[in-house]
């Protein structure tokens, strides 16, 4: 079983869609989890940081980490076409500078 | 100001050849890591520099690997004797030091092996 587990879609939506995107993890020591957002041909940027449980909102991106099922979320509200990426959840266990573990990535594509 | 300056973008090269890939981290960065990206495998980790040392080089996949930071700037990866397997984008990023510091990534050197 992968450290981090991610639906790699390729997921599909219309503009005004509200998105969903999650991953599930295997190691419970992990605390620290983010979302990067990945455009083609480009390095991946950080979109969102939270740290254990709870929610965490931004603009029309709100992520959710549930640590008693292992599982993460990332919400996209009124998705537009820019919106059109790969998102990559990662996440590590400590405060230092390990190396993140990352999933897979979700390719969204949001249409016009 | 600047990010993350990776070089080349694009690189071929044939079975067999060596190749140097070089990372120039954002001015300040303590922090330096190394990632391979290939279709449908995510973001691999390979190497991670804090200042001119590395204290985690877990990633490498063969001895064929290696990499090195000078004056707590610039990184080189190196690949010797290339093979078809290492056909990815190699993804390089900075960071301060600290929790709540956030990765910096390049747009990466795409390497074909033919």
């Known amino acids: 079983q992968k450290e981090v587990e991610q639906d790699p879609g390729p997921l599909s939506v219309p503009e005004g869609a509200i998105v969903s995107l999650n991953c599930t993890y295997s190691?419970?020591?992990?605390?620290?989890f983010m979302w990067y957002r990945q455009y083609s041909r480009k390095g991946p940027e950080l979109l969102m940081y939270t740290y254990s449980s709870g929610n965490k909102e931004d603009g029309r991106f709100t992520a959710q980490v549930d640590k008693s099922s292992k599982y993460i979320s990332l919400f996209i509200r009124d998705s537009q076409p820019s919106d059109s990426a790969t998102y990559l959840c990662?996440?590590?266990?400590?405060?230092?500078?390990?190396?993140?573990?990352f999933g897979k990535g979700t390719r969204l594509s949001v249409i016009a | 100001g600047a990010g993350v300056s990776q070089s080349p973008s694009n690189k071929v090269t044939e079975k067999g050849k060596d190749v140097e890939l070089r990372c120039d981290p954002i001015s300040g960065h303590t922090a330096l890591y190394w990632y391979r990206q290939s279709l449908g495998q995510g973001l691999e980790f390979l190497i991670y520099?804090?200042?001119?040392?590395?204290?985690?080089k877990s990633g490498l996949p063969s001895d064929r690997f290696s990499a090195e930071r000078t004056g707590g700037s610039v990184s080189t990866l190196t690949i010797q004797r290339t093979q078809q397997e290492d056909s990815a984008v190699y993804l390089c990023?900075?960071?301060?030091?600290?929790?709540?510091?956030?990765?910096?990534f390049g747009n990466g050197t795409r390497l074909t092996v033919t």
């Open positions: 990662a996440m590590n266990w400590n405060s230092g500078n390990t190396p993140l573990v």
């Open positions: 520099f804090q200042g001119n040392s590395a204290p985690d």
């Open positions: 190691n419970s020591a992990f605390q620290y």
């Open positions: 990023a900075s960071s301060l030091p600290g929790y709540n510091s956030p990765l910096h």
